[in-house]
């Protein structure tokens, strides 16, 4: 064969590998362990932990390049994901609590802030980024597949499923794993629906809407970034949906509206033409009137503008239309309030009406034998999963993301990057406990070690911190030593043995939570923080705490738990106090109520001694401290050094003595002994 035909056959085999049927041909089919459909950040962060495991996966995206959805969306291109890129720390996990775009990966460099260093970035910045990622990690993604069916099939006594792209190709699979995110706009179909302009569809220059009137329906961040985007340019903006506007700031959720895109706040509540207007979308009618004719009052004479001679809409009520003469008396203050006097506040014309609703999943490309039941909650936008996030009724089916976040709507981040990148891996664990019979990791502790390895974790651990109230770690309990595990989903505890292929023992187990108090407050006004750690259970912002239960909660159990309670009720809970610094590594404040607590709960001494302690007890006790026969003796105990003293004396745990004295010089040992019913804890590094 000579060279020119090799040459052109290989350039026909990447013809063909880069058209929509390549190797595979039409109606061909493939075989894959895992199917994870979409690559937008979840499906990609799943990718990467099924490569690391070397597991037979494939991805499947309809677009030419990772997260199309951030390529049109925001359409006004800022993202309000925050990228602090300078924390005054250099670790790495810690980090992560402040950085909300980078996906897990063991590439410390593979980060978000190679791509942009703006705090609030723009959105082509993101595809970029997952580019990026899927070609340094390697990942394998087929672009092009625009998967329309997927149907359930048993394969070998197991159900499994099977995918049909546009070109007839189908790809079988033992596991699904679903991350399509949510791209269907949301729509609420009433009276004059069709005149409404979607967020998805409107123009994003600013000038297409000088001196129009406009309102908006909605009130979450698409709807006020639309609004953002044109107040400078609209004469009048009213934004319109059954509920007030929630604040993040208030709210603790990051879904609501941030405060990079609330200026229209400003404009309302300083008497400038803009408002906010509740009322039910349903009975809502749009009609439209031509500006010249009709019965239309004119006030007085308006300028000439670019919207002279077009139609007006006019905000109803489908009742007030009803021309059948039934009764119009359901016009009240509920469903539409104040249309019944003459100073109704809509009563104005508008020349554009947008919808900002929100998108929802798509559950138009799952037939009857594979589609996932809609959830209870999010008005069924999305789709109803488990506790360890399988589809209810649709076994070997996980979904990922933030088509996941029914499981944590409005309570937590599991619907964003920063949080879901998290669950994603807490699947992945799940999965590989099924399917390969690999148990969830875990750390075995000595006991005595727990309180540390605890402060370690609330201060820098970014999988609590950013998921709280839905990720834990659990400290399965052994008597002298104990397992931690570590970010568990928390509502699938009464199925851990299951989950995790970790054993239970009739010692007990600890679960360390973040989470916000309970109490209302005002936010910013006075009294909103408590820094008296013997009230730490009054704490209002994020704060760590620990339940202690002797036997494994069950499913009734997690039904009956309290009202915002994240797991049932313990034998024993501990709050540590609320930090403005949210650092929890004082002795005072935080050390030893955490110490106390443990010791309550595992019947054991565990106070920290340095190491000339531990040899005087050794040499006068039979039975020496815990902490001395898990730490000193065995040659692993804390040494004592200068910095170590000082910490203690200034903590008040030790006597202060005149002069710069040494441990080595120091021959005072029974001094700091008479004190030795408060723990002597160091200042952890948690930098290094």
């Known amino acids: 064969m000579g060279l020119m035909s090799v040459i052109l056959l290989c350039v026909l ?40 495991s070397q597991r037979d996966y494939i991805i499947l995206e309809r677009n030419a390049g990772p997260g199309s959805f951030f390529q049109i969306y925001p359409r006004h291109r800022k993202l309000i994901s925050i990228n602090k890129i300078y924390t005054g720390r250099r670790n790495k996990e810690f980090n992560l609590r402040h950085d909300w775009n980078s996906l897990l990966s063991d590439r410390p460099n593979l980060l978000f802030k190679r791509i942009s260093q703006e705090l609030y970035p723009n959105a082509d910045d993101f595809p970029r980024y997952l ?3 899927v070609k340094e990690l390697g990942l394998k993604v087929k672009y092009g597949a625009d998967i329309g069916r997927i149907k359930a099939s048993d394969f070998n006594g197991n159900q499994g499923y099977i995918l049909t792209d546009q070109n007839g ?57 639309t609004a953002q985007s044109i107040l400078g340019r609209a004469s009048r903006i009213h934004l319109y949906s059954p509920s007030p506007v929630r604040l ?27 408002g906010l207007v509740e009322g039910r979308l349903e009975d809502i009618a ?13 006030a007085k004479k308006r300028s000439r503008t670019s919207t002279e001679g077009k139609e007006q809409l006019y905000l109803t009520l489908t009742e007030l239309l009803d021309q059948n003469g039934n009764n119009i008396s359901k016009v009240t203050g509920q469903n539409l309030p104040g249309f019944h006097t003459d100073n109704f506040s809509l009563r104005q014309p508008y020349d554009r009406v947008v919808r900002c609703l929100g998108f929802r999943f798509n559950f138009s490309i799952f037939d009857g034998s594979a589609r996932p039941p809609q959830s209870s909650g999010a008005r069924g936008r999305l789709p109803g999963i488990t506790a360890w996030y399988e589809g209810r009724g649709m076994p070997n089916m996980f979904v990922l993301g933030t088509a996941a976040h029914s499981r944590d709507y409005r309570m937590s981040a599991g619907g964003f990057v920063h949080g879901f990148r998290y669950t994603v891996r807490a699947v992945h664990k799940i999965l590989e406990q099924r399917y390969h019979n690999i148990a969830w990791p875990a750390t075995k502790l000595p006991i005595s070690q727990l309180q540390s390895w605890i ?51 009739d010692h007990g187990l600890l679960v360390l939570v973040m989470q916000y108090g309970l109490n209302r407050t005002d936010t910013l006004g006075p009294g909103r923080a408590e820094s008296e750690w013997t009230k730490a259970w009054r704490s209002n912002f994020l704060h760590p705490v620990l339940y202690y239960y002797n036997t494994l909660p069950t499913d009734k159990d997690m039904r009956q738990r309290p009202v915002g309670w994240p797991l049932p009720r313990p034998e024993s809970v501990h709050h540590m106090v609320e930090d403005f610094l949210t650092e929890w590594d004082q002795p005072i404040s935080h050390s030893q109520p955490l110490r106390r607590f443990l010791e309550h709960c595992l019947q054991t001494d565990l106070r920290a001694f340095y190491a000339e302690s531990c040899f005087l007890l050794s040499l006068t006790s039979r039975t020496p401290p815990l902490f001395c026969r898990q730490g000193y003796l065995r040659k692993q105990g804390i040494v004592g050094n200068s910095h170590l003293w000082q910490h203690a004396r200034e903590a008040g745990l030790m006597a202060d003595h005149h002069g710069h004295i040494t441990p080595g010089h120091d021959t005072s040992v029974s001094e700091y002994l008479k004190h030795a019913d408060a723990a002597v804890v160091s200042t952890m590094n948690f930098d290094l």
């Open 13 to 52: 085999s990447l013809v063909l590998a880069g058209s929509g049927t390549g190797l595979h041909g039409r109606n061909a089919s493939v075989s894959h362990e895992y199917c994870v459909l979409g690559a937008g950040p979840a499906g990609l962060q799943m990718g990467y932990f099924l490569s690391r």
């Open 248 to 274: 993040a700031w208030q709210t603790h959720y990051v879904g609501d509206l941030r405060a990079v895109n609330n200026e229209l706040l400003d404009t309302y509540q300083l008497k400038s033409l803009d």
């Open 169 to 225: 190709v189908s790809y079988q699979c033992s596991v699904l794993l679903v991350s399509t995110g949510l791209w269907v706009p949301q729509q609420v179909d009433f009276l004059g629906s069709d005149l409404v302009e979607g967020y998805e569809s409107i123009p994003t220059d600013p000038e297409e809407f000088k001196d129009q009137a406009v309102l908006i329906l909605g009130k979450g961040n698409s709807a006020f970034e």
């Open 455 to 505: 402060l370690r974790r609330v201060n820098e651990a970014s999988g609590l911190y950013q998921m709280f109230g839905v990720l834990g770690d659990i400290i399965l309990l052994r008597g002298s030593y104990c397992e931690y595990l570590e970010e568990f989903p928390l509502q699938a505890v009464p199925q851990l043995s299951a989950l995790s292929g970790q054993p239970l023992t």
């Open 286 to 298: 749009i009609v439209r009137r031509e500006k010249d004719g009709g019965k239309r009052r004119t």
């Open 131 to 133: 580019s990026t990622f």
